[in-house]
């Protein structure tokens, strides 16, 4: 159900989201007041509902967003309509299908909404508009690719060396606020697991199973 807001509220919360880009960006790099100015000038709030769709796979992405609010998932889709999760993004997080969107090619991934949330976005061509006007947006962009490679790598590690209970005592060690929030099955596909498996993992370490 829509709710009507007052100006004023509509502008509080616009400052509080745009606080949170700022403070998330220039943990990383050294942005200039006018580069940031620039930046924000040019992204936009948006909203989606849990379940709602922010790339599809087929879609050829021209847009990436900063998570105000909310919980995403990058999934997989194969050839059967089997999901796997590949990564979970919460709060102040960006997502995109970023290889897709540097070649302009159908994204193989889906990046899916799992609660009401809300994003801070900004399209493609005007990214690469920032680019050109400052090299600060270089820096932040091979931050953002140095964070993702060492997820990556941190991920094929423990696929590679670890058992499945493992890899979950260490998904709930790093994402607390997920384990009791995002449906079973879905953090068993991000395991590698079946439901099943992930199902006797939580009765050996005394936690309900709750689908």
């Known amino acids: 159900m829509n709710t009507s807001i007052s100006a004023p509220d509509v502008r509080h919360s616009l400052d509080c989201i745009t606080e949170k880009l700022i403070k998330t960006i220039r943990n990383w790099v050294e942005v200039p007041d006018n580069s940031m100015e620039a930046f924000l000038q040019r992204v936009?709030?948006?909203?989606?509902?849990a379940g709602e769709y922010f790339i599809k796979e087929g879609q050829v992405p021209r847009k990436f967003g900063f998570v105000t609010t909310g919980l995403f998932r990058y999934l997989y889709v194969d050839s059967q309509g089997r999901e796997f999760t590949k990564a979970f993004f919460p709060e102040n997080t960006f997502i995109s299908s970023y290889t897709a969107m540097v070649g302009q090619l159908p994204s193989f991934l889906t990046i899916q909404a799992l609660a009401d949330s809300t994003l801070l976005e900004l399209q493609y061509p005007q990214w690469l508009e920032l680019r050109r006007s400052d090299a600060c947006w270089d820096r932040l962009l091979i931050c953002l690719l140095e964070k993702g490679y060492?997820?990556?790598?941190?991920?094929?590690?423990?696929?590679?060396?670890l058992d499945a209970a493992s890899r979950y005592k260490n998904f709930m060690e790093e994402f607390p606020q997920l384990a009791s929030g995002v449906k079973q099955h879905m953090i068993a596909s991000y395991l590698g697991i079946?439901?099943?498996?992930?199902s006797r993992i939580r009765r050996k370490m005394g936690l309900i199973n709750i689908g």
Do not use: C, G, N
């Not at 936009?44 to 509902?49: E, K, T």
């Open 44 to 49: 936009h709030p948006i909203s989606l509902q």
């Open 194 to 198: 079946t439901p099943i498996a992930l």
């Open 150 to 161: 060492a997820t990556k790598e941190k991920r094929e590690r423990e696929f590679l060396l």
